[in-house]
């Protein structure tokens, strides 16, 4: 299984993973709301490394879960070509919430519609960059249907 790095911010968190020598904790469950946590592409702020990928399945036992990204640099240029940059995506179970492959101006804020958030990493074969830093947190809220 594949995973990536977090370190947590300020309070326990529950998890289980299996380490891969460059990524670490692909499940992250948050406890109760206001519990919050960190993800890192691999290796940041250094550049992260060529030919992975790494997945994160964020979740909550109620309410929802927001994601912060606190710095986002893929690549310096062609934004919009997937097929040759490395790329983040983040979903939840009713919506694709962000598909990047490039540079974007942060913080960028995503709030998940139900208890769990997946974000996937995909570094592809170009030149690496610095990578991403997100900030996660249980929230409260309605739970969409």
Not at 97 to 112: F, G, Q, Y
Request: positive net charge; hydrophobic residues 35%.
């Amino acid at each position: 299984m594949v995973s990536c790095q977090f370190t947590i911010a300020s309070v326990p968190l529950k998890f289980s993973a299996e380490a891969n020598s460059v990524c670490h904790y692909p499940r992250l469950s948050l406890s109760s709301h206001g519990d919050t946590g960190t993800i890192f592409s691999p290796n940041y702020p250094a550049n992260f490394p060529t030919g992975i990928t790494c997945s994160w399945t964020i979740t909550v036992p109620e309410g929802r879960v927001r994601l912060t990204f606190e710095d986002l640099q893929l690549s310096s240029n062609n934004c919009g070509q997937f097929i040759y940059h490395p790329f983040v995506r983040v979903q939840d179970r009713k919506s694709l919430l962000l598909l990047a492959n490039c540079t974007m101006k942060t913080p960028i804020v995503l709030e998940s519609t139900y208890p769990l958030l997946w974000v996937t990493f995909n570094a592809k074969n170009q030149p690496p960059h610095r990578g991403f830093k997100a900030h996660y947190e249980a929230i409260p809220g309605t739970l969409s249907t």
